[in-house]
C-alpha cells in the first residue's frame, strides 16, 4: 500500500517528519516499509506560454517555440517534435540545467542550427502518468512561470505500508488518516460527498435484484449523465501514479481514486449496454463464459457470482468488468456500482479464474457494507466537480440484511489485568474514541467501570475483549506499558509429541541419516509407478484446486515418492552415499469427502497421519585406505529402525517377510511390535527404481509415528542386574530358505522358557552343501536363572527341548 503524503493530508494534519511519521505508524502495528521520494530527480521545471510555435528552417518534423516563463524573465527558445503544441497553450519546461523525474540533467542542444534552451516534458518524463504521446498540457489556471512541482505536488514522499490481512480498513487513505489522527490526537477530515443533482430519479433509470443474498450483502448503484470523454486533470493523475495506480481517463480514474481513498472498489458499466436497465446479481450458471475487460474469454462455474443483466453476464462480482459494458469514447450515461460481496466468494473466484486485481484483493480481506453509499457520493462529488458528468438524484441501494453494529462488554480491571500499564476506565475510552468507537461506561459496586464499546462497522476484526486490549495498548503506546517479569510457577516446555520426534531424529541422524524436508503433495502418475493396485486405498487422495504443477496436484497418501524424488536430486548431484529421512505426515479424505459431502467452513478434509520415512542409496562407508567401501543395503535400513528402536527403548520388535509395493518381492519386511504393524522397511522393485530414476539398490521404509509413539510410552519392567552366571549353548540348523529367522528365534524363546536370558544369530550360510532353496542359521542361546545356578543337567535337558521344538516345529535338520 502505497501513501503519498500529500494526498493524506487533505484527512489530517501532519506535523512530523516523514522518517518520525513511519516510526509512529510502525509502533501502532501498521508497519512501514520504506518512504519513496517521488518526483525528487525533477529540478528547474517551470510553466510557460507558447507565444509563436513556427517550423523549423532545416527539419521537417522539429518546430521551434518561444516560451513565455514569467515576468522579469526572457522569452526560452525550445525545440521540438511535439505536434500538440500550439501558441497560447501553457505547457511544462524543463529550462537547461534542469532534469527530469528519472534524474536525467537537460542541457542546452543544438538541432540542425537551432540551439534549444530547454525542453518541453510529457506526462511522462513529469512522471504524471505513463502517457508518452505529445506534450502535456496544462490548464490555464497555472500561469508562466510557475513551479510546475509544487503547483501540480510532483514531489512527494510515499510512505510504503505493510497491511496484514485483518486489517483492510487500512487499504485506504482515510483509515492510515484515521490510524494517525488517533496517534497525534488530530481531527479526522473525511472527503466532501455533496453535489449538484439532476431532477431525474436514480430510481427511475435503473432496477437491481439481487438473487444471491448470502454472496452479495449490499449492492449501490448511481447514474451519471452527460458523461464526458477525456483524461483526468493532472493533480488526480499524479496522486493515482504516486500511489502506483496507472492513470487511464476521467471515469475510470474516479473509480480508482475512491477505491484508494476510501477503500471501496467501483465498477463503471456503459448504461446503454445493460439490457432493461436492470443489474441482476446471481450465481453464474454452469458453463457460462464471459469476455473480461483483459479480452480473454473465461469460463464460469455455479460456485461463482455473476453482475449480469436482463439477458447477459456483466461482470465478475469483485474481480473484473466485462468487455461488453465497458466505457468507451461514446458513453453518454454511466451506472456507478459499490457493493460488498462475500470474501470467501471473491477469493475462490479470484484463485479459480487465476485473475486477481486491485478490488478482488480487498474484496477477499472483507470490506465494510456501510461504505457502499458514501463511495457512490464522492465519486459523483469528483466527476461533478471535474465536469466529467451529471448525477441523477439519489441511489438505488439495495441492503437485504443490514447487520447491527457489535457491541462489547468488558471493565476496565479485565483489561487492566492484561495490559498492565495502570490505565483507568477515563484513558481506556479515550484511547478507543480516538479510533472511532462509541464507548459507554457505567460505576459498579465493587469500583470498577463496566465498558461497553460499540465497535465500528470498517472495524470487522475487534470481536472479542481481547481485541480491545490490542487497541488500547498499541495507541496508548507499547512503549508505555512498563517492563515487568510474568507472574506464575508453570514453566515451559516441548509437547509429548514434539519432544519424542526430536528423540527420533537424534537418533536417526546419530545413525548417519540426514532431515529432509519435502512438499506434501504427489500426483496420480505416482501411484502406477509405484505399482498399487487399482483399488488400493492409498490411491484415495484429496485432490488440490488449483495445483501450481501437475505433479503437485493431490495430497499424498505415502511419502515413498517425495523420498525417492529426493534422492534422485541427491544422486544427481553425484552424492556417493545418501540416507534421508523425514518426519512428515499423509493425508487421507474423511468419510465425508469419500461420500461427496463438502465439509462444513472450519472443518478439515483430511485425516492427517504422522509419518517416519526414509531412504538410502550408494556408498554407506568405507572406501578409504583401510577399509573397503560397502553400499547400502536391505540390513542398514533394518539396522537404523533397530537401532532407532533401541533409543526408543522399544523392546519386541520384530520383521516379517512382506510383499507390498514399491518393494522387491522378498526384500521385504513388516516392522511389528506386540503384534501391530508399524510399518514396512525393505528394497524398491526395479521397475519403480527406474521409473523414479534411482539406482535399484534402494532402500525405503515408512513408519507410523503414532503408533511408534504409541509404543515407545508401553511400561517398561526393570530387573535387577543377574547374581548368578549364565551358560552359553549353540545351535546349528538347516532350513527352508524361506523360514525366517524371527520364526526361529521365537521357537526358541517359546520352548526355552524363562530360563532363556537371549538369542543371537552368529552365522548364515547358503550354497550346495545345503542344497538348492536352503540354508544354514547358527543361533547362540544364553540360559540363565534369577535365583539360582543353573547345572549341567538343567541346560541339557531345556536345550534339548528347544532342539526338538525346532525340528518338529520347522522342519529343522540340526547339525
Not at 487500512?170 to 496517534?183: D, F, P, Q
Not at 515487568?484 to 537424534?506: K, L, N
Not at 532431515?515 to 490411491?539: I, Q, V, Y
Amino acid at each position: 500500500m502505497r501513501v503519498p503524503l500529500r494526498w493524506l493530508k487533505d484527512y489530517v494534519d501532519i506535523e512530523l517528519e516523514p522518517e518520525q511519521l513511519a516510526d509512529a505508524l510502525t509502533m501502532s502495528g501498521t508497519k512501514v516499509e520504506g518512504i519513496d521520494r517521488v518526483g525528487s530527480g525533477l529540478r528547474r521545471v517551470t510553466a510557460g506560454r507558447a507565444v509563436s510555435v513556427t517550423p523549423h528552417p532545416k527539419s521537417d518534423r522539429l518546430r521551434i517555440v518561444i516560451l513565455d516563463i514569467g515576468p522579469r524573465q526572457a522569452p526560452r527558445r525550445v525545440v521540438t517534435a511535439a505536434g500538440n503544441v500550439a501558441e497560447g497553450c501553457i505547457v511544462p519546461v524543463v529550462l537547461a540545467g534542469g532534469s527530469l523525474v528519472d534524474g536525467e540533467v537537460i542541457g542546452e542542444v543544438e538541432f540542425e542550427g537551432v540551439r534549444s534552451e530547454g525542453m518541453l516534458l510529457s506526462a511522462k518524463e513529469l512522471g504524471v502518468s505513463e502517457d508518452n504521446s505529445g506534450i502535456l498540457l496544462l490548464p490555464d489556471s497555472v500561469k508562466p512561470g510557475d513551479d510546475i512541482v509544487a503547483s501540480l505536488g510532483l514531489r512527494d514522499d510515499v510512505l510504503e505500508l505493510e497491511i496484514t490481512p485483518n486489517r483492510p480498513d487500512c487499504l485506504c487513505m482515510v483509515g492510515v488518516a484515521r490510524e494517525l489522527a488517533a496517534i497525534t490526537r488530530k481531527e479526522l477530515r473525511m472527503p466532501a460527498r455533496g453535489c449538484p443533482e439532476s431532477l431525474q430519479p436514480a430510481r427511475d433509470l435503473t432496477k437491481i435484484v439481487i438473487e444471491a443474498p448470502d454472496l452479495c450483502f449490499r449492492y449501490g448503484a448511481r447514474v451519471i449523465r452527460h458523461v464526458r470523454p477525456g483524461q483526468s486533470p493532472i493533480w488526480m493523475q499524479a496522486r493515482l501514479s504516486a500511489a502506483g495506480i496507472r492513470p487511464i481517463s476521467a471515469v475510470v480514474d474516479v473509480t480508482n481514486y475512491v477505491m484508494l481513498e476510501l477503500n471501496q472498489p467501483l465498477h463503471a458499466f456503459d448504461y446503454s449496454r445493460v439490457a432493461q436497465h436492470t443489474i441482476v446479481v446471481r450465481r453464474a450458471q454452469a458453463g457460462e463464459r464471459l469476455v473480461t475487460l483483459d479480452g480473454s474469454e473465461r469460463e464460469l462455474n455455479t460456485d461463482m457470482l455473476l453482475i449480469g443483466d436482463a439477458e447477459k453476464a456483466l461482470a465478475v462480482a469483485g474481480v473484473m468488468g466485462g468487455l461488453a459494458s465497458e466505457i468507451t469514447e461514446n458513453t453518454d450515461t454511466v451506472l456507478l456500482e459499490s457493493a460488498c460481496f462475500a470474501q470467501q466468494s471473491v477469493w475462490r473466484t479470484s484463485r479459480t479464474l487465476r485473475l486477481r486485481t486491485e478490488a478482488s484483493s480487498r474484496f477477499e480481506k472483507g470490506l465494510d457494507p456501510a461504505s457502499v453509499p458514501p463511495a457512490l457520493d464522492r465519486a459523483a462529488s469528483l466527476l461533478s466537480r471535474m465536469g466529467a458528468g451529471e448525477a441523477c438524484s439519489g441511489i438505488v441501494d439495495v441492503y437485504p440484511s443490514p447487520e447491527a453494529p457489535a457491541v462489547i462488554e468488558t471493565t476496565d480491571r479485565w483489561i487492566e489485568r492484561r495490559l498492565g500499564a495502570g490505565l483507568g476506565a477515563d484513558e481506556i475510552a479515550d484511547c478507543l474514541t480516538r479510533l472511532g468507537f462509541r464507548v459507554d461506561t457505567q460505576g459498579t459496586p465493587d469500583g470498577s467501570a463496566k465498558i461497553a464499546v460499540t465497535v465500528p462497522s470498517f472495524r470487522g476484526d475487534v470481536r472479542e475483549p481481547i481485541d480491545l486490549v490490542e487497541e488500547v495498548a498499541r495507541i496508548w503506546g507499547y512503549n508505555e506499558v512498563p517492563a515487568t517479569i510474568p507472574q506464575g510457577t508453570d514453566s515451559g516446555g516441548y509437547s509429548d509429541e514434539y519432544a519424542f520426534c526430536e528423540q527420533v531424529r537424534q537418533a536417526l541422524a546419530g545413525a548417519g541419516g540426514s532431515e529432509a524436508l519435502t512438499f506434501p503433495f504427489m500426483s496420480e502418475t505416482d501411484f502406477d509407478m509405484l505399482g498399487f493396485a487399482p483399488d488400493d486405498p492409498k490411491r484415495e487422495a484429496i485432490r488440490v484446486a488449483n495445483p501450481l504443477v501437475e505433479e503437485q496436484s493431490l495430497m499424498r497418501t505415502t511419502m515413498y515418492p517425495a523420498m525417492l524424488a529426493a534422492l534422485k536430486t541427491n544422486v544427481n548431484r553425484r552424492r556417493r552415499g545418501v540416507f534421508l529421512y523425514e518426519i512428515g505426515r499423509t493425508y487421507a479424505p474423511t468419510g465425508a469427502i469419500t461420500a461427496g459431502i463438502e465439509p462444513a467452513r472450519g472443518e478439515t478434509p483430511a485425516v492427517e497421519r504422522p509419518v517416519l520415512a526414509g531412504v538410502m542409496c550408494g556408498a554407506g562407508e568405507g572406501g578409504t585406505w583401510y577399509a573397503p567401501e560397502r553400499q547400502y543395503d536391505f540390513y542398514d535400513a533394518k539396522g537404523a529402525i533397530e537401532g532407532l528402536c533401541a533409543c526408543l527403548h522399544i523392546d519386541g520388535v520384530t520383521f516379517s517377510r512382506a510383499e507390498c509395493p514399491p518393494f522387491h518381492p522378498g526384500r521385504a519386511a513388516a516392522i511389528v511390535w506386540d503384534g501391530v504393524r508399524l510399518g514396512t522397511v525393505g528394497q524398491v522393485h526395479p521397475l519403480v527404481a527406474g521409473s523414479y530414476q534411482v539406482p535399484e539398490a534402494t532402500m525405503l521404509f515408512e513408519v507410523d509415528m503414532a503408533l511408534l509413539m504409541e509404543a515407545a510410552q508401553s511400561p517398561r519392567e526393570y530387573a535387577p542386574l543377574p547374581k548368578y552366571p549364565a551358560v552359553e549353548r549353540d545351535v546349528a540348523m538347516v532350513l527352508e530358505r524361506d523360514v525366517a529367522s524371527a520364526d526361529v528365534e521365537r521357537t526358541i524363546r517359546t520352548a526355552g522358557g524363562a530360563l532363556v536370558e537371549s538369542v543371537r544369530l552368529f552365522d548364515v550360510y547358503e550354497g550346495p552343501q545345503v542344497g538348492e532353496g536352503r540354508r544354514s542359521l547358527a543361533f547362540s542361546i544364553t540360559y540363565q536363572a534369577a535365583d539360582r545356578t543353573l547345572t549341567d543337567a538343567e541346560v541339557n535337558q531345556v536345550h534339548d527341548a528347544v532342539r526338538a521344538a525346532l525340528a518338529q516345529k520347522l522342519g529343522a535338520v540340526l547339525r
